[in-house]
């Protein structure tokens, strides 16, 4: 081939003649310049065929000529095919125009080296304005494997939508190639290798190139022996050491116990281990909470109207407070759930202020009812309607009207930012009028760079398309239109922008209805749709929350109650102090409500839904305690003393598990999400609160209702009475339950072993379980399950191909001199940085699992490449190029001042056809120069994640940031300190607290578990029994940990909380049982059954079963987030401290419990007085309180 045949088509003439010498010195100086000393003879090209050939070559540098490598060899292929003086030997023209004789198609022969050679030494070139690898500008989307992949899209003529004037059939094999009888030679000319030392290329082109790459510190591999992990053998050698010893201690009691038979001595279950007499052991501390509180209940009891009076004054006075405070609800996401100290969110706002906010992003996902393939006509149409409806939607905002235009964000002046599939066509009319509209669509999706249009960027197939497709275009799942409108750091300038979103809801949810009748799904999301939709009062939860209430009241009057007879039902009933105990509940809430809106501290609708929830879960097992000692007191003595007796014995116990709880609770205000850490603080003042009102207000109602019933009136109408009855009082199912049966069964010797060895067994596997914890709070689990954001969520997880965009900002490195630019420039140097910026990101990317999808879009690398663009981007005093292309392979660079007036160009001039690489569009916003001192104050490098679907993967791709960024800074050093830089990413700061989540968890639930010991050690006055209730606490939050790993509740400042409140409620399980055994003489299991037998039933009724009530309303909550965090924890809670506390401890206590007897005034008998089936049998006699309190 040789001239020009048509050079309009730019097709070359078909001859076959022999090679010409070279004979003008000109056009030989050009084709070695161009193809190498090779052709410094002989050539098949003529001055023409050299100008045009040698302007395409200008214009692959600018997408290859970052690899000297990668650029000679593209040179050698195409030299090879234009100029070549042996083209016969390895080409053969297979058509011609014979009207012309211009070439349409032709064989080129090459050896498999020589084309994967090609391929390998440009595969790794990244343009880094698209974030896209080099090679894909040439093939577009077409999945290339190998080198024939790459050559057979080279060889593609136009009319096959390729590059190439006339089709090129590369043939690339090894052996010789016979072609309609001609054999042709492969040609094996020399391929460099991208780290060739002639021709070597920089390290973000060319992984070879490259330094090694850094241990990448995150998802090291597991410490392993034989396969199996070592925690797990761990434990399972624990576990075992454990059943053995269990094991042998139950044949030594069954020896014990045999030997005792023989010798004729008490049983082996009285006493197992230890023998001895058995020590009485005082108090100053017990004895003195005792007192305080025998004389608050009868000042109480004896003043039973004052304290009624001055307790509904105060409930009043926090009532008004409300109308000179102005009640408060905090709905900013921001503010919700992210900590104002979090070092992200710092990062965050420096972000915003210095290169602006991220845009608010309105987004619609497209997909079809049946899931096919949505590449559908009437589908694309709808589409466009859509698109076409929003340009036109306006809104009304302080009597002016405002369209999109007024806020959309514009990378080009004069159009919006609008991310669509509808940017396949120009228009909507050239759409309706395409003929072929799916050859449109591929043709655009395959090679975007044949749909530019003038007035906007090109097409990202993987933004605007979704689906699991790979390179198959044609068969997505979904259509993606993401509309960009500005934001600002100063929120009162939203408010426009807030109007028309909330229009756009309105229209979007009517377009649902409609485009569902049709066979498509619309799901949506505006800026503003999250904080609307999580702060959005579902009147569902009102409904639950005053069932729970009513059920509450209902279940409290009847386990309150002690009918004798049905004559006597509505004088045994206790439905006006069931209603009373409830409505302290309420009030306890209403204080707390009143007492942080005082100071000013924000509720939140989680705080207004849940507490009234949790605090009545756990604010009314204490009357349960109180009535059921008050109704085993003697009813001999006077209802005061009663009433002051029973407080005095239960006080102590309620008052551990008000301050464990409280302070369980306080301790959760340290928490650094505010909403929890807010949450926290309103339930320990409600819980702490709701205990003073308890042993105030409760005790005196209760004193009012035992008079009515001892004068034999009807509850709730106490001015009626009834004619004297007997009244025969009798213990309840539940105690006659626990007296016995419960507690005769554990004292069996075989069923406290079998429970030794099943608790130890499911404990060990629960700390297996805890390293199957799940992290993370899905956003979708906060949200009401109606709401139109889970539907969205879902789509996004399934649909979208790319995931967010990341950012590396560096501040104060002056890249306007050498340094700066050797660090942050990958491509422009001989002497090439191997690690920077671009560099060492590009490494860890190919070789470690970084969760960064694409290469990083340098600004200064694309600045460089405008100033030495050959069709003269960058032009000076309007003749000269700014800088020449070899520019591209300087050893000096570009400093000061002079840098900076290009950069201002650079930064303002809008890229088109002839400039692609202007900065406007990708840049503008992205560098802040200081043309004053000569300096750039800060910039940033974009680049994008994988698709994060998993909470998991949103971790994992924070913690990916963080490394690569702390490698970064460890190879760059100025002035022996590490540049500053930092990533961020728009989701950082939601993410940052799970970082550290698993220590803040281990943190706060050991100062908790700390604090429950040294309240038990000290209210209890035993050493032994405060390390029995700690263990308890750690056993039930171990098997609550694994509960939550099988049951899909994920560890997070929500679950971190619950397991607090976890702690603190299970002191309640665990604390009146250990109390009740203390005080009680006999042997360990005696002591056991008998504690059992006093309490059991308060704790199984009045703890376990108000709660369960309490906790199993919440199923009927909309919200996810209160059906996974708050009932699924809760009723594990519960039952967990069921089973701990009526089951385990006391087989505990049977085992380990003290030999001593805690007595109070020294008086050796036990605290509790049953009261008898007879009422006439009553022991009148009262072994706690000294006769001096008679």
């Given at each position: 081939?040789?001239?020009?045949?048509?050079?309009?088509?730019?097709?070359?003439?078909?001859?076959?003649?022999?090679?010409?010498?070279?004979?003008?010195?000109?056009?030989?100086?050009?084709?070695?310049?161009?193809?190498?000393?090779?052709?410094?003879?002989?050539?098949?090209?003529?001055?023409?065929?050299?100008?045009?050939?040698?302007?395409?070559?200008?214009?692959?540098?600018?997408?290859?000529g970052d690899c000297p490598a990668c650029f000679e060899n593209f040179k050698n292929v195409w030299c090879s095919a234009t100029c070549s003086a042996s083209q016969s030997d390895f080409m053969k023209v297979n058509e011609i125009d014979k009207r012309d004789n211009s070439v349409l198609k032709l064989t080129y022969a090459v050896?498999?080296?020589?084309?994967?050679?090609?391929?390998?030494?440009?595969?790794?070139?990244?343009?880094?304005?698209?974030?896209?690898?080099?090679?894909?500008?040439?093939?577009?989307?077409?999945?290339?494997?190998?080198?024939?992949?790459?050559?057979?899209?080279?060889?593609?003529?136009?009319?096959?939508?390729?590059?190439?004037?006339?089709?090129?059939?590369?043939?690339?094999?090894?052996?010789?190639?016979?072609?309609?009888?001609?054999?042709?030679?492969?040609?094996?000319?020399?391929?460099?290798?991208?780290?060739?030392?002639?021709?070597?290329?920089?390290?973000?082109?060319?992984?070879g190139s490259c330094g090694p790459p850094d241990p990448w510190p995150i998802n090291k591999s597991p410490c392993l022996i034989a396969e199996m992990r070592c925690s797990t053998l761990f434990l399972i050698i624990s576990q075992s050491i454990f059943l053995i010893i269990i094991f042998i201690a139950f044949l030594i009691s069954k020896r014990i116990e045999k030997w005792k038979e023989n010798v004729e001595v008490e049983s082996i279950e009285s006493e197992p281990f230890i023998f001895g007499t058995q020590k009485l052991k005082s108090g100053k501390l017990n004895d003195l909470s005792h007192r305080l509180f025998y004389r608050l209940g009868l000042t109480m009891a004896r003043h039973p109207y004052k304290v009624l009076s001055i307790t509904l004054f105060i409930v009043c006075l926090s009532a008004l407070s409300f109308l000179w405070n102005e009640f408060q609800v905090e709905t900013d996401p921001v503010k919700l759930w992210v900590s104002p100290n979090s070092e992200s969110l710092r990062?965050?706002?420096?972000?915003?202020?210095?290169?602006?906010?991220?845009?608010?992003?309105?987004?619609?996902?497209?997909?079809?009812?049946?899931?096919?393939?949505?590449?559908?006509?009437?589908?694309?149409?709808?589409?466009?309607?859509i698109e076409m409806d929003i340009m036109k939607?306006?809104?009304?905002?302080?009597?002016?009207?405002?369209?999109?235009?007024?806020?959309?964000?514009?990378?080009?002046?004069?159009?919006?930012?609008?991310?669509?599939?509808?940017?396949?066509?120009?228009?909507?009319?050239?759409?309706?009028?395409?003929?072929?509209?799916?050859?449109?669509?591929n043709k655009c999706t395959e090679t975007p760079v044949n749909c530019l249009y003038g007035d906007?960027?090109?097409?990202?197939?993987?933004?605007?398309?979704?689906?699991?497709?790979?390179?198959?275009?044609?068969?997505?799942?979904?259509?993606?239109?993401?509309?960009?409108?500005?934001?600002?750091?100063?929120?009162?300038?939203?408010?426009?922008?807030?109007?028309?979103?909330?229009?756009?809801?309105?229209?979007?949810?009517?377009?649902?209805?409609?485009?569902?009748?049709?066979?498509?799904?619309?799901?949506?999301?505006?800026?503003?749709?999250?904080?609307?939709?999580?702060?959005?009062?579902?009147?569902?939860?009102?409904?639950?929350?005053?069932?729970?209430?009513?059920?509450?009241f209902v279940y409290v009057q009847i386990a309150l109650g002690r009918f004798s007879t049905w004559k006597r039902v509505f004088i045994d009933s206790r439905g006006l102090l069931a209603f009373g105990g409830i409505m302290i509940v309420g009030f306890s809430i209403l204080i707390s409500f009143s007492f942080f809106n005082a100071i000013r501290l924000k509720t939140t609708m989680i705080i207004a839904e849940v507490i009234p929830f949790l605090v009545l879960a756990i604010g009314v097992d204490n009357i349960f305690i109180l009535v059921h000692m008050f109704d085993r007191t003697s009813h001999n003595l006077s209802i005061e003393e009663r009433i002051a007796r029973a407080l005095g014995r239960s006080g102590p116990s309620i008052l551990l598990t008000a301050l464990t709880e409280t302070a369980a609770f306080s301790i959760g205000g340290f928490i650094s999400m505010p909403s929890v850490s807010s949450f926290s603080l309103y339930a320990a003042v409600a819980i702490f609160v709701d205990f003073i009102l308890q042993i105030t207000c409760f005790v005196s109602l209760l004193t009012i209702d035992s008079k009515r019933h001892l004068d034999n009136r009807i509850d709730c109408f106490p001015c009626v009475s009834l004619p004297k009855s007997s009244y025969n009082f009798k213990s309840s199912i539940l105690h006659?339950?626990?007296?016995?049966?419960?507690?005769?069964?554990?004292?069996?010797?075989?069923?406290?072993?079998?429970?030794?060895?099943?608790?130890?067994?499911?404990?060990?596997?629960?700390?297996?379980?805890?390293?199957?914890?799940?992290?993370?709070?899905?956003?979708?689990?906060?949200?009401?399950?109606?709401?139109?954001?889970?539907?969205?969520?879902?789509?996004?997880?399934?649909?979208?191909?790319?995931?967010?965009?990341?950012?590396?900002?560096?501040?104060?490195?002056?890249?306007?001199?050498?340094?700066?630019?050797?660090?942050?420039?990958?491509?422009?140097?001989?002497?090439?940085?191997?690690?920077?910026?671009?560099a060492i990101i590009e490494t860890n990317r190919q070789v470690s699992d970084t969760m960064i999808a694409t290469p990083v879009s340098n600004w200064l690398d694309d600045y460089f490449v405008w100033l030495s663009n050959p069709d003269g981007c960058c032009v000076d005093e309007e003749t000269d190029f700014c800088m020449e292309p070899e520019f591209r392979f300087m050893n000096e660079s570009l400093k000061g001042e002079k840098f900076l007036s290009y950069l201002s160009q650079f930064l303002n001039q809008v890229p088109d056809e002839s400039c692609p690489s202007a900065g406007r569009a990708a840049y503008s916003s992205s560098i802040v120069p200081d043309y004053n001192k000569t300096t750039i104050v800060a910039s940033n490098f974009r680049t994008y994640?994988?698709?994060?679907?998993?909470?998991?993967?949103?971790?994992?791709?924070?913690?990916?940031?963080?490394?690569?960024?702390?490698?970064?800074?460890?190879?760059?050093?100025?002035?022996?300190?590490?540049?500053?830089?930092?990533?961020y990413s728009i989701f950082f700061i939601f993410f940052e607290q799970y970082l550290t989540v698993v220590q803040t968890a281990l943190t706060v639930l050991s100062i908790v578990t700390a604090i429950i010991f040294v309240f038990s050690f000290l209210l209890l006055q035993s050493l032994s029994l405060a390390i029995l209730i700690t263990l308890?606490?750690?056993?039930?939050?171990?098997?609550?940990?694994?509960?939550?790993?099988?049951?899909?509740?994920?560890?997070?400042?929500?679950?971190?909380?619950?397991?607090?409140?976890?702690?603190?409620?299970?002191?309640?399980?665990?604390?009146?049982?250990?109390?009740?055994?203390?005080?009680?003489?006999?042997?360990?299991?005696?002591?056991?059954?008998?504690?059992?037998?006093?309490?059991?039933?308060?704790?199984?009724?009045?703890?376990?079963?108000?709660?369960?009530?309490?906790?199993?309303?919440?199923?009927?909550?909309?919200?996810?987030?209160?059906?996974?965090?708050?009932?699924?924890?809760?009723?594990?809670?519960?039952?967990?401290?069921?089973?701990?506390?009526?089951?385990?401890?006391?087989?505990?206590?049977?085992?380990?419990?003290?030999?001593?007897?805690?007595?109070?005034?020294h008086v050796p008998f036990s605290e509790v007085d049953d009261v008898p089936e007879d009422e006439d049998a009553i022991n009148t006699s009262d072994p706690i309180i000294g006769s001096d309190e008679q």
């Open positions: 081939m040789k001239g020009f045949c048509n050079p309009k088509k730019k097709l070359y003439c078909a001859v076959d003649t022999e090679p010409v010498p070279i004979t003008d010195q000109l056009f030989k100086r050009d084709l070695i310049k161009l193809c190498g000393k090779k052709y410094d003879r002989f050539a098949c090209c003529d001055k023409e065929q050299l100008k045009y050939f040698s302007s395409q070559m200008e214009r692959a540098r600018l997408i290859v050896t498999e080296a020589y084309a994967d050679g090609l391929f390998d030494s440009c595969k790794q070139i990244t343009l880094g304005m698209s974030n896209k690898k080099a090679y894909e500008f040439i093939t577009g989307n077409t999945p290339v494997r190998n080198g024939k992949d790459f050559l057979d899209i080279l060889g593609r003529s136009v009319d096959e939508k390729g590059n190439s004037p006339y089709h090129i059939s590369f043939v690339v094999q090894d052996d010789d190639v016979n072609v309609n009888d001609t054999i042709l030679k492969p040609l094996n000319n020399k391929m460099h290798t991208c780290f060739d030392e002639e021709y070597k290329c920089n390290c973000v082109d060319c992984l990062q965050k706002e420096y972000f915003d202020n210095t290169f602006g906010p991220f845009y608010r992003i309105e987004q619609l996902i497209f997909t079809t009812s049946g899931g096919d393939s949505i590449v559908q006509r009437n589908v694309i149409d709808e589409v466009f309607k939607l306006k809104a009304e905002h302080q009597n002016s009207t405002v369209k999109i235009n007024d806020l959309c964000f514009e990378a080009i002046p004069g159009r919006c930012m609008v991310q669509t599939v509808t940017d396949v066509w120009k228009d909507y009319d050239t759409f309706k009028k395409s003929s072929d509209w799916k050859s449109d669509f906007r960027a090109p097409l990202m197939p993987e933004v605007v398309l979704g689906g699991k497709i790979g390179n198959q275009f044609d068969q997505a799942s979904a259509f993606i239109t993401t509309i960009l409108l500005n934001n600002y750091v100063n929120k009162t300038r939203l408010a426009p922008a807030e109007i028309w979103e909330s229009n756009l809801r309105k229209y979007l949810v009517e377009k649902k209805v409609e485009l569902a009748e049709k066979g498509i799904n619309l799901s949506f999301s505006t800026e503003s749709s999250l904080e609307i939709e999580l702060n959005k009062n579902n009147s569902a939860n009102l409904v639950a929350i005053i069932l729970s209430y009513l059920i509450m006659r339950y626990m007296k016995n049966i419960h507690s005769r069964f554990l004292s069996k010797t075989r069923v406290r072993y079998s429970i030794l060895v099943l608790f130890t067994t499911t404990f060990f596997a629960s700390l297996y379980g805890l390293f199957n914890i799940q992290i993370g709070l899905d956003q979708k689990v906060a949200l009401p399950s109606d709401s139109y954001l889970v539907e969205y969520f879902r789509n996004v997880e399934n649909h979208l191909m790319i995931g967010p965009p990341l950012y590396f900002v560096v501040r104060g490195l002056n890249i306007t001199d050498q340094q700066g630019q050797y660090i942050i420039s990958s491509k422009f140097w001989k002497d090439a940085n191997i690690y920077s910026l671009n994640f994988n698709v994060l679907k998993t909470q998991n993967d949103f971790i994992q791709a924070m913690k990916s940031a963080n490394a690569m960024t702390e490698i970064i800074k460890r190879h760059n050093k100025v002035n022996d300190e590490p540049i500053d830089i930092y990533p308890m606490i750690i056993s039930i939050l171990v098997h609550l940990g694994a509960i939550m790993s099988v049951w899909d509740i994920t560890l997070n400042a929500v679950s971190i909380v619950n397991m607090v409140i976890a702690a603190g409620i299970s002191v309640e399980f665990c604390s009146h049982i250990t109390r009740a055994y203390l005080v009680t003489i006999g042997s360990k299991i005696e002591r056991m059954q008998q504690a059992l037998s006093d309490f059991g039933s308060s704790v199984l009724s009045g703890i376990t079963l108000t709660k369960l009530f309490g906790v199993i309303v919440l199923l009927l909550a909309p919200s996810k987030i209160f059906q996974i965090f708050y009932f699924r924890m809760y009723i594990s809670i519960v039952l967990l401290g069921f089973l701990h506390g009526l089951v385990y401890l006391p087989v505990l206590l049977s085992f380990f419990g003290p030999n001593y007897v805690l007595v109070t005034k």
